[in-house]
């Protein structure tokens, strides 16, 4: 293949346990790629924001795939509060995920871990949402759908949160709905 054309994007973690391309059995060419730890798309971010850019603008993939994992490290670290050295100041942004819900990870008692999980990727599919790059490319009526998933290391399944949006009027609903789906279960 001279040039790629992949439908889909990725943005997962770092972790050497999710390896993008495994997970959903496509071959090279099929699936572009951002990882970081623990699945963050900041608005500051110009790696990711340019990988955003580059998928949306120029290769046009038609879906964007925020995944998560149970058991992420840098998931139990932000929950914890532990210190790790400079990639502290990489997981404010999941402490400021977990102290936006207090409640919801209150009510999952003992999985709080592995539901701030859910709820970042949540969070995080959101964000790829409100950047001006997705906003623009509905605006001009492209089609791009954004997509929430979180990956068990345990069973090596793939689930669906719920989160399926195709244009910037549903997204906001959509995480309201999808966030109280992870309270109520
Ligand atoms: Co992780």
Not at 68 to 92: E, P, V
Not at 123 to 139: G, L, M, P, S, Y
Request: overall charge negative; glycine content about 8%.
């Amino acid at each position: 293949m001279a040039q790629q054309s992949p439908r889909y994007l990725w943005i997962g973690c770092a972790d050497s346990r999710v390896p993008a391309n495994e997970i959903v059995d496509l071959a090279p060419g099929e699936l572009f790629v951002h990882r970081n730890v623990a699945n963050l798309v900041v608005h500051t971010d110009l790696n990711c924001l340019s990988v955003l850019q580059y998928a949306v603008d120029v290769l046009k993939v038609q879906d964007i795939i925020v995944t998560g994992h149970y058991g992420c490290g840098g998931i139990a670290a932000a929950l914890a509060g532990s210190s790790f050295g400079l990639i502290d100041n990489w997981l404010r942004h999941v402490q400021d995920v977990r102290d936006h819900h207090p409640e919801e990870l209150a009510a999952a008692g003992p999985n709080a871990a592995d539901r701030l999980c859910e709820i970042n990727v949540l969070e995080q599919a959101f964000n790829v949402c409100r950047t001006t790059i997705v906003k623009d490319a509905w605006d001009r009526g492209q089609k791009l759908a954004v997509n929430a998933w979180i990956y068990s290391l345990a069973d090596g399944l793939v689930r669906d949160l719920s989160f399926c949006a195709t244009g910037e009027v549903d997204s906001g609903k959509l995480r309201q709905e999808a966030l109280r789906k992870l309270t109520v279960g």
